[in-house]
């Protein structure tokens, strides 16, 4: 009888078996085989927290093919995730299979990346079961467990049926509604800017110069308010219409005398590699994926050996990893493309688990290409991504060439023009791994003293904008700033909101639902701690130190249970929250009760108020004021089955004109405002 080795997922146990070269037999136990029940707390109250695990039913299956592979097996290895989930999989193993072969002896190995090197390396290092880490997971489930199970039952009650709570989902939640009522109350204003358009004597191409000062005094002021989620700063002129007007026919026609030209080199640095929370967001930058998809790719490329563990907090990279990328980019690229000496990463992250690596592709010499063939597009989008970043962060720094040129025209009183312009000079790391740069304009030649000839003189109108609503990165990046959740819980957080029809998207912008607000505003009337970011904060690190053994995690559990208790109790005779009904202003064609506005995971519909005697339903359909670009019907927003928002043509089928976003949208051009 072979030893066994047990993994989570077929795919693992695969790519295992392919290097072990069946000396092994490789078993998948498809995830966690024993969970808290369903259809009751699972936890003991009365004695120290204590969880009452069961098999589910669709386990059941699964448990008996893993008993009867054990039942022979001297040596049974326990091969889960490098990570307290990991861990807890084969904590729960060995639990179930213990028993079965009284003489099989139990050992757990780790590796970050599945390759012939690590996994030898790994059976070198075999260890029993960490069981800090088991308890920190325990800890983790049970608590949200409490949470979930006591809450629930109260926001039907004071709320809407069916809702339910989450212990972390709540104060991710509060901050999508936090910043809606931001948006709400932030007063828009306008304001002004001038453009000065002038060239040098005998050349053709022009140069914009924007108004800074009048009478040395600057004209643009900032402004910065508080926010729940830190702050927000924004910039505006005191230019009023009737000044600016005053001012453009003040130079009209005027040369532009130049005071002050400034040049100077700045050099932009290689970023870290990914972490999890890094990878997420860029993936949701580059390619528009969500959280939840981004991490089902990478991990297959983890499980089928392509990039290291993906769940990960930290920026360390192997050796071995560094000297093979330094060696490929001197070798590709040149001795100058290479950073003069190693670059090593550091996070701020007081729980950053530091033995880990960061997320790298396991052989610098797997391309793209391969990648692409083997598994798809969306597969070697990410595995790109990963590569590029992971290899730029030993090359050099870029080396831009600034310049800021700074001009004055004298009327009545003295106005300061200021043009910039930056020039990439040598491109250092941005040779692999490119960004998007906010285009300068390429500035000549000038001297001081020289007279710019005029050629127009443009006012634009502004307004201030309020603090933009989170999209998935950006709210992903708030969690982490703040220590809420850890790298395996991004994804799920936010799919939970929606799954919960807590929160919509539109135009990739996150906006709370009504029933969304509703239970914020609950939940911060009744439970200020469940929805308290430093409270939240806390709760995690406590669940670092267990991991790490500097707590015991029933005692965790009892701190947060005594005071949870009597805000339950409390609750039961608090006020409730009513979700006012939205009326629309038809009637059902079937039975003529009204129609409201209902939500659903897939946007905003209408239905019949006498649901469910009455089961009529129509999709809400928004027209935007833009004709189609194609055929000049409307333009209509509309949601793919997966209910991703998009705008297409009212004409379908027709006319197939489609885009994602409004400003992807060809709209006719306006006329600019101007004094020649």
Same mark, same amino acid.
């Given at each position: 009888m072979k030893d066994v080795i047990l993994v989570e997922s077929p795919t693992k146990a695969k790519t295992l078996t392919r290097f072990l070269a069946g000396k092994y037999e490789v078993i998948a136990s498809m995830g966690h085989i024993r969970d808290l029940p369903k259809s009751k707390l699972g936890v003991d109250l009365e004695n120290n927290f204590e969880p009452q695990y069961i098999i589910p039913k669709d386990k059941q299956k699964t448990v008996k093919q893993l008993k009867a592979v054990v039942k022979g097996a001297k040596l049974i290895i326990l091969a889960t995730d490098p990570?307290?989930?990991?861990?807890?999989?084969?904590?729960?193993?060995?639990?179930?299979? @213990?028993?079965?072969? @009284?003489?099989?002896?139990?050992?757990?190995?780790?590796?970050?990346?599945?390759?012939?090197?690590?996994?030898?390396? /790994?059976?070198?290092? +075999?260890?029993?079961?960490?069981?800090?880490?088991?308890?920190?997971?325990?800890?983790?489930?049970?608590?949200?467990?409490?949470v979930g199970y006591k809450l629930s039952p109260i926001l039907w009650r004071k709320v809407k049926r069916h809702l339910s709570a989450g212990r972390v989902q709540s104060v991710a939640l509060r901050l999508i509604v936090e910043r809606e009522k931001e948006i709400g109350i932030f007063a828009s204003n306008a304001f002004y800017r001038i453009v000065l358009t002038v060239n040098k004597k005998g050349e053709k191409n022009t140069i914009d110069f924007e108004l800074t000062k009048i009478e040395g005094k600057k004209i643009e002021e900032s402004k910065e308010i508080k926010l729940y989620d830190g702050a927000y700063k924004y910039s505006y002129t005191n230019l009023s219409k009737d000044i600016a007007d005053i001012?453009?026919?003040?130079? +009209?026609?005027?040369?532009?005398?130049?005071?002050?030209?400034?040049?100077?080199?700045?050099?932009?640095?290689?970023?870290?590699?990914?972490?999890t929370?890094?990878?997420?967001?860029?993936?949701?930058?580059?390619?528009?994926?969500?959280?939840?998809?981004?991490?089902?790719?990478?991990?297959?490329?983890?499980?089928?050996?392509?990039?290291?563990?993906?769940?990960?907090?930290?920026?360390?990279?192997?050796d071995v990893f560094i000297k093979a990328s330094r060696s490929y980019i001197e070798k590709e690229f040149g001795k100058e493309y290479l950073s003069p000496d190693v670059k090593v990463f550091k996070t701020k992250s007081k729980s950053a688990q530091e033995a880990h690596e960061a997320i790298r592709p396991v052989n610098i010499e797997e391309e793209k290409e391969k990648i692409s063939k083997e598994l798809g597009n969306d597969y070697a989008n990410i595995y790109d991504l990963i590569y590029r970043?992971?290899?730029?962060?030993?090359?050099?720094?870029?080396?831009? /060439?600034?310049?800021?040129?700074?001009?004055?025209?004298?009327?009545?009183?003295?106005?300061?023009?200021?043009?910039?312009?930056?020039?990439?000079?040598?491109?250092?790391?941005l040779k692999l791994y490119s960004i998007k740069e906010d285009?300068?304009?390429?500035?000549?030649?000038? +001297?001081v003293g020289e007279i710019l000839d005029y050629k127009n003189a443009s006012l634009s109108e502004h307004a201030t904008n309020p603090p933009p609503r989170y999209n998935e990165a950006s709210l992903v990046s708030s969690l982490e700033k703040h220590g809420i959740g850890r790298p395996s819980t991004y994804a799920p957080i936010i799919s939970t909101l929606f799954d919960r029809l807590y929160i919509e998207k539109n135009e990739g912008r996150l906006s709370p639902t009504e029933i969304g607000i509703s239970v914020t505003e609950f939940l911060v009337k009744n439970f200020s701690n469940i929805d308290d970011i430093p409270f939240t904060a806390r709760l995690e690190e406590e669940l670092d130190e267990i991991a790490e053994g500097k707590l015991k995690w029933q005692n965790v559990l009892k701190d947060f249970y005594t005071p949870f208790e009597k805000q339950l109790k409390k609750a039961e005779n608090a006020e409730g929250v009513k979700i006012e009904i939205e009326y629309s202003d038809r009637t059902c064609p079937k039975d003529e009760g009204r129609l409201i506005v209902r939500q659903s995971k897939f946007g905003?519909?209408? /239905?019949?108020?006498?649901?469910?005697?009455?089961?009529?339903?129509?999709?809400?359909?928004?027209t935007l004021d833009i004709?189609?670009?194609?055929?000049?019907?409307?333009?209509?927003? +509309?949601?793919?089955?997966?209910?991703?928002?998009?705008?297409?043509?009212?004409?379908?089928p027709n006319c197939d004109f489609a885009v994602w976003k409004k400003e992807d949208i060809i709209k006719p051009k306006e006329p600019t405002t101007a004094t020649n």
């Open positions: 990570d307290r989930e990991g861990e807890a999989i084969s904590f729960h193993l060995h639990e179930i299979l @213990k028993d079965v072969n @009284k003489n099989s002896d139990f050992e757990r190995i780790v590796f970050h990346e599945i390759t012939k090197g690590a996994i030898d390396a /790994a059976m070198t290092h +075999k260890r029993k079961i960490d069981q800090d880490l088991v308890n920190a997971q325990t800890a983790r489930r049970v608590l949200d467990r409490i001012i453009i026919g003040q130079v +009209k026609n005027e040369g532009l005398t130049i005071v002050d030209v400034q040049q100077k080199e700045t050099k932009r640095s290689s970023y870290p590699p990914f972490i929370s890094t990878l997420q967001q860029a993936a949701f930058r580059r390619f528009g994926y969500t959280g939840k998809r981004t991490m089902s790719l990478a991990q297959r490329l983890y499980e089928e050996g392509h990039i290291t563990y993906h769940r990960t907090d930290s920026f360390n990279l192997s970043r992971a290899v730029a962060t030993q090359m050099s720094d870029a080396i831009f /060439a600034s310049t800021k040129i700074t001009g004055e025209i004298t009327k009545k009183e003295t106005y300061t023009f200021e043009a910039s312009g930056s020039v990439l000079r040598f491109q250092g790391f285009e300068t304009q390429v500035l000549p030649e000038i +001297k905003k519909f209408l /239905a019949c108020e006498n649901f469910p005697d009455c089961r009529f339903t129509e999709s809400i359909t928004e004709p189609c670009p194609k055929d000049g019907g409307n333009v209509v927003m +509309k949601r793919t089955r997966k209910g991703r928002t998009f705008y297409g043509c009212s004409n379908y």
